[in-house]
């Protein structure tokens, strides 16, 4: 069975300054997808970022970058130039590939304070 | 835009009563889950159903039921409520495609008394 996990209950960072989230996560399969998820106080889940195990160069949305390292089955977000709307908590979560009827399983979650 | 939409916001029921949770999407995503989100426990998969009247467990369905009848309806069924099924149900939906992405609705925050 595949399980995430997030180390970092809770993360501080100022605004304007870079923070990295941490997740590692256990799989036998060689094709899945990663992400991490936000949800901020308003409660609505939105998707930030998602990696293709297959794929070696590492995702990028804006301020938004992973370092994906598939041999130590690690997968950290890095977030730059923090601003007060990343508040929230972020969620990594895998996928196994190639499949119907594949579940999403999440890590605990790290709840982000961005500090003005 | 996606829509994921669960009925209630918030819900109070009383011990022993027959709770539903209804998610509705209008993507005709193939995929529905329900998960259950817990403090220090994150989200964890109660049911997931890939096609219509098609269903899996997830890592914690003891106690629920769900029900897919139609493609873009997903429910979810609390038999008998309980106290420790207070929590915050969220729901989700994706396509079955190889770069899914899922999302969400708003969650109901369940209180059992």
């Known amino acids: 069975a595949q399980t995430v996990t997030q180390s970092q209950p809770e993360m501080s960072v100022q605004e304007a300054e870079t923070v990295t989230l941490s997740c590692t996560y256990d799989?036998?399969?060689?094709?899945?997808?990663l992400f991490w998820y936000k949800q901020p106080p308003s409660r609505q889940m939105i998707l930030v970022i998602r990696?293709?195990?297959?794929?070696?160069q590492n995702a990028t949305e804006n301020r938004f970058s992973v370092n994906f390292q598939k041999a130590a089955k690690s997968f950290s977000l890095k977030i730059s130039d923090s601003q007060l709307g990343d508040t929230a908590m972020y969620f990594c979560?895998?996928?196994?590939?190639?499949?119907?009827?594949?579940?999403?399983?999440f890590g605990t979650g790290t709840l982000l304070a961005v500090q003005p | 835009d996606v829509k994921v939409t669960q009925s209630s916001r918030y819900l109070v029921k009383r011990t022993g009563e027959k709770v539903f949770l209804e998610c509705v999407q209008d993507?005709?995503?193939?995929?529905m889950f329900w998960y259950r989100q817990d403090p220090g426990l994150g989200l964890r998969l109660i049911y997931f159903?890939?096609?219509?009247?098609?269903?899996e467990k997830g890592d914690i369905p003891e106690g629920y039921s769900v029900s897919r009848e139609k493609k873009e309806r997903f429910s979810l069924i609390l038999e008998s409520a309980s106290t420790n099924q207070t929590s915050m149900y969220l729901c989700?939906?994706?396509?079955?495609?190889?770069?899914?992405?899922?999302?969400f609705g708003q969650g109901t925050r369940l209180t059992v008394v």
């Open positions: 979560a895998f996928m196994k590939g190639g499949g119907a009827t594949n579940k999403l399983i």
């Open positions: 799989t036998s399969e060689s094709n899945y997808y």
């Open positions: 990696q293709e195990a297959y794929k070696q």
């Open positions: 993507m005709d995503h193939e995929n």
């Open positions: 159903s890939y096609d219509v009247k098609m269903k």
């Open positions: 989700a939906s994706c396509a079955r495609t190889e770069t899914t992405e899922a999302f």
